[in-house]
């Protein structure tokens, strides 16, 4: 079975790409995109087991991986050998236009899965009493990542159109 740490690391392997100044992404651009993999994937897939079978999963796996792999061999082939295939570029700009949106419904439907089970076992969550008298609450928190989706997905949306 494909374990969330490996999307993960395939997530965040073109991130590190990205601010080692082989691709032309900015650190606000991409600091997003990196937290809602590690949210997704730590947060989400690995923390609730119960959640890995919904077939958000697949689509999830699908957009993301697609992405990479277009993604990766065109900036590899660039890199190595000075140049890649049009099609490549054609490819990655294009599939973008449905992967993105499916990878984001995923992402926010997948945290939407995860609620009930937030809420049950309380995980991450830090009641009151205790000794920093502060309270955390994982569920509240994921509704609201849920919700930043709204602003922030066309806004990344757009900016990934306008490069």
Not at 52 to 67: E, G, K, N, P
Not at 79 to 105: D, K, N
Not at 143 to 159: D, K, Q, V, W
Request: glycine share 6%.
């Amino acid at each position: 079975m494909l374990e969330p740490w490996m999307l993960e690391f395939t997530g965040n392997k073109s991130e590190i790409e990205d601010q080692s100044s082989i691709t032309r992404s900015r650190v606000m651009a991409t600091l997003p995109q990196i937290a809602s993999r590690v949210f997704i994937t730590w947060g989400v897939l690995f923390s609730f087991p119960e959640v890995r079978d919904h077939w958000l999963v697949t689509s999830l796996i699908l957009s993301w991986a697609v992405t990479e792999v277009i993604r990766s061999s065109f900036f590899g082939l660039k890199e190595v050998f000075g140049s890649a295939p049009r099609f490549l570029l054609w490819l990655s700009c294009t599939t973008f236009y449905i992967l993105y949106p499916t990878g984001i419904c995923s992402e926010a439907g997948l945290i939407y899965v995860a609620l009930p089970y937030m809420r049950e076992t309380g995980l991450y969550s830090l009641r009151m009493p205790n000794k920093l008298n502060f309270a955390f609450d994982y569920y509240y928190a994921s509704i609201l990542a849920i919700f930043a989706y709204i602003p922030g997905s066309p806004g990344m949306y757009s900016h990934m159109i306008r490069q």
